[in-house]
Nanobody
Framework: DVQLQASGGGLVRPGGSLRLSCATFGFRFDDYAIGWFRQAPGREREGVACLSIKDGRTYYSDSVKGRFTISSDNAEKTVYLQMSGLKPEDTAVYYC?????????????????WGQGTLVTVSS
């Protein structure tokens, strides 16, 4: 079965850091792009970052650029989202997803597979 397993969420104080992981199973990892999305209560799901495994390209939303970094361990078929300088408005459930041949990386319906969410809460 195809699986994406997001983990690493938790409670962190403003200005702090957190690393999320997305472990993948059951598909050709090297042919896909892996995206991170987040959704807060009452808000639409938004794209945060994306990494094309095939060519190494990265993409970020304006709201996280300079604070978040997406990377991968290709041998482990795992993608990471390193989050620094966290703000209360970053609080959301974070999801990872896989898309074969990303063009519009911010579009959730373009993605083929989704993992479960992991909750990130930024609060003092």
């Amino acid at each position: 079965d195809v699986q994406l397993q997001a983990s690493g969420g938790g409670l962190v104080r403003p200005g702090g850091s957190l690393r999320l992981s997305c472990a993948t199973f059951g598909f050709r990892f090297d042919d896909y792009a892996i995206g991170w999305f987040r959704q807060a209560p009452g808000r639409e799901r938004e794209g945060v970052a994306c990494l094309s495994i095939k060519d190494g390209r990265t993409y970020y939303s304006d709201s996280v650029k300079g604070r978040f970094t997406i990377s991968s361990d290709n041998a482990e078929k795992t993608v990471y989202l390193q989050m620094s300088g966290l703000k209360p408005e970053d609080t959301a459930v974070y999801y990872c997803a896989a898309d074969y041949g990303v063009t519009r990386w911010t579009l959730p319906r373009a993605y083929d597979y989704w993992g479960q969410g992991t909750l990130v809460t930024v609060s003092s």
